[in-house]
């Protein structure tokens, strides 16, 4: 399969902050880490890793703008196209030493997600999307799974903590969906979890109080593999409302009704 210029660029980005993480990933005890609330953990490995592709993005195409986990917005000359960067997704997993980790980045084309990879350097596996073109792993093409019914399924989610969400909400679609799946995977990494999505491995996910940078990539991923995503009410506003649902049509439509049972 032959990669457009616009994806080589991102992979490429995204394999060289890959190899900084790998490097940081092998000497975790190591690094510098600071709290920027409860729970909420960055280390230097996070900032190197967005230095790395913010330097690889801006060199490739000037003046497109940016919004990043750590950095923040970065209005460029070109408001039109804007990078969507998550550096590392699953720094808690990544501090621990568990090889659940990825790189997240997309670009938005007028307020439309574009383009998509990400990359979790552990497992060296790489996912790219773009509009219209269909989902990758590796250059193997990807497809949504096909089961239907959610009493099948098997389910991803994220769970807050200490200092983030709405913990009895989060109690009840907890509890209101593992009545009626085959099984819960909690990974730890949204933008992997949705990149497994479009890669078949679990047939649906959802998670609230996530943030673009986690989900930009991961959503076109999905779509592109024939699947749907969606905010918690089934409609479009996913980066408003920080909720996410993904799966095929008929799974992502029963997990849409099962969360929002509210007793
Ligand atoms: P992060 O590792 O980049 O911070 C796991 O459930 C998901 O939630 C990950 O994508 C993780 O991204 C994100 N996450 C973890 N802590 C968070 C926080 N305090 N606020 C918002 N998102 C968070
Ligand atoms: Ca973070
Ligand atoms: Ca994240
Ligand atoms: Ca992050």
């Given at each position: 399969m032959a990669r457009s210029a616009i994806i080589n660029v991102m992979v490429q980005a995204a394999m060289k902050a890959g190899r900084s993480l790998a490097r940081d990933f092998g000497e975790v005890q190591n690094l510098q880490v600071s709290l920027k609330g409860p729970g909420d953990y960055v280390s230097q490995a996070d900032r190197k890793a967005e230095e790395i592709i913010y330097a690889e993005l801006s060199k490739a195409r000037p003046g497109y703008s940016f919004l990043m986990e750590e950095r923040g917005a970065v209005e460029g000359d070109d408001p039109q196209h804007r990078w969507i960067v998550d550096?590392?997704?699953g720094t808690t997993n990544f501090l621990h030493g568990i090889p659940i980790f990825s790189i997240s980045i997309a670009l938005e084309r007028q307020g439309q997600i574009v383009a998509g990879v990400i990359y979790n350097p552990a497992m060296d596996e790489l996912y790219t999307a773009e509009r219209g073109g269909g989902a990758f792993m590796n250059d193997r093409r990807l497809r949504v799974a096909a089961r239907s019914k959610l009493s099948d399924a098997v389910i991803g989610t994220g769970v807050p903590h200490l200092?983030?969400?709405h913990h009895g909400m989060a109690l009840i679609e907890l509890k209101n969906v593992m009545g009626e799946t085959a099984g819960i995977r909690r990974l730890g990494s949204a933008a992997l979890d949705l990149a497994y999505v479009a890669a078949g491995r679990m047939d649906g996910f959802w998670e609230n109080w996530l943030s673009p940078w986690d989900i930009a990539a991961g959503i076109l991923m999905v779509r592109e593999a024939g699947g749907f995503c969606s905010d918690g009410?089934?409609?479009?506003?996913m980066f408003e409302n920080g909720t996410i649902v993904a799966g095929n049509e008929a799974i992502h439509k029963a997990l849409v009704k099962t969360i929002q049972r509210k007793g």
């Amino acid at each position: 399969m032959a990669r457009s210029a616009i994806i080589n660029v991102m992979v490429q980005a995204a394999m060289k902050a890959g190899r900084s993480l790998a490097r940081d990933f092998g000497e975790v005890q190591n690094l510098q880490v600071s709290l920027k609330g409860p729970g909420d953990y960055v280390s230097q490995a996070d900032r190197k890793a967005e230095e790395i592709i913010y330097a690889e993005l801006s060199k490739a195409r000037p003046g497109y703008s940016f919004l990043m986990e750590e950095r923040g917005a970065v209005e460029g000359d070109d408001p039109q196209h804007r990078w969507i960067v998550d550096p590392l997704d699953g720094t808690t997993n990544f501090l621990h030493g568990i090889p659940i980790f990825s790189i997240s980045i997309a670009l938005e084309r007028q307020g439309q997600i574009v383009a998509g990879v990400i990359y979790n350097p552990a497992m060296d596996e790489l996912y790219t999307a773009e509009r219209g073109g269909g989902a990758f792993m590796n250059d193997r093409r990807l497809r949504v799974a096909a089961r239907s019914k959610l009493s099948d399924a098997v389910i991803g989610t994220g769970v807050p903590h200490l200092g983030r969400g709405h913990h009895g909400m989060a109690l009840i679609e907890l509890k209101n969906v593992m009545g009626e799946t085959a099984g819960i995977r909690r990974l730890g990494s949204a933008a992997l979890d949705l990149a497994y999505v479009a890669a078949g491995r679990m047939d649906g996910f959802w998670e609230n109080w996530l943030s673009p940078w986690d989900i930009a990539a991961g959503i076109l991923m999905v779509r592109e593999a024939g699947g749907f995503c969606s905010d918690g009410t089934g409609g479009p506003h996913m980066f408003e409302n920080g909720t996410i649902v993904a799966g095929n049509e008929a799974i992502h439509k029963a997990l849409v009704k099962t969360i929002q049972r509210k007793g």
